[in-house]
């Protein structure tokens, strides 16, 4: 869903923040046509504006976790959690984190890569929310959801291994069952500044909501 749509439809800033995007083409690879959003943060109105719109969005979701997506979900996150009074949890890149991480790979327009979070860094049920800067075909997204959701699947799949293997240890074994009960995070929803107006990744999103507020520039801006 985009932000006009969701009551904005006229509002000042959004425009504001659409005209400060800018289009570099063939990066980082030919035929890609980026969205650069280092402009809208040269522009210190429509910064805030774009923070302004998340937080009146999330204030009152009960949202306790904001994870970023490295890199530019750094850029918008962190503000975003201090304003709801949630956490912040950067999914980085493979060896960025110094402690023990789970990872989940996923496919882009432009080739492949991996995501990262530390162990321990979202607890048993809590609500997230998703922030990066750009969204076409959701496969990050949906790489951040299934991170962000990773000690369920953990404690699922120990569950069919140690039932089929050993009845006797699936009953006594303490560590499994403390794996059983720790469920990852609720995505509430992922939040984009720029957006596809026909996002294909949304199906990929296996139903958690998508917020975008402003559709991409098509054409070139001067530096």
């Not at 750009?134 to 120990?158: E, H, N, P, Q, W």
Request: glycine share 8%; net charge negative; charged share 25%.
């Amino acid at each position: 869903m985009f932000a006009e749509e969701d009551g904005l439809k006229g509002d000042p800033r959004l425009q504001a923040i659409s005209e400060a995007l800018r289009i570099v083409p063939h990066f980082p690879k030919p035929g890609i046509m980026f969205q650069d959003i280092t402009t809208l943060l040269l522009d210190h109105k429509a910064f805030k504006g774009t923070v302004e719109i998340f937080v009146d969005r999330y204030r009152d979701m009960d949202i306790s976790v904001v994870a970023g997506v490295e890199a530019r979900g750094f850029l918008f996150g962190p503000s975003i959690a201090l304003a709801i009074g949630a956490k912040f949890v950067p999914l980085r890149k493979p060896k960025k984190l110094p402690g023990e991480v789970i990872s989940e790979d996923y496919e882009l327009e432009y080739g492949t890569d991996r995501l990262e979070m530390h162990v321990g860094a979202v607890h048993p049920g809590e609500r997230a929310l998703v922030i990066d800067d750009f969204v076409a075909t959701g496969g990050t997204l949906s790489a951040a959801i299934r991170l962000l959701s990773k000690l369920k699947d953990i404690a699922c799949t120990l569950w069919t291994t140690y039932f089929s293997h050993s009845l006797q240890y699936f009953v006594h074994s303490g560590k499994f069952s403390v794996l059983v009960e720790r469920v990852g995070a609720e995505v509430v929803e992922c939040a984009c500044v720029v957006g596809l107006p026909e996002v294909e990744g949304q199906s990929r999103l296996n139903g958690t909501p998508l917020y975008i507020l402003v559709g991409p520039q098509l054409r070139e801006r001067p530096c």
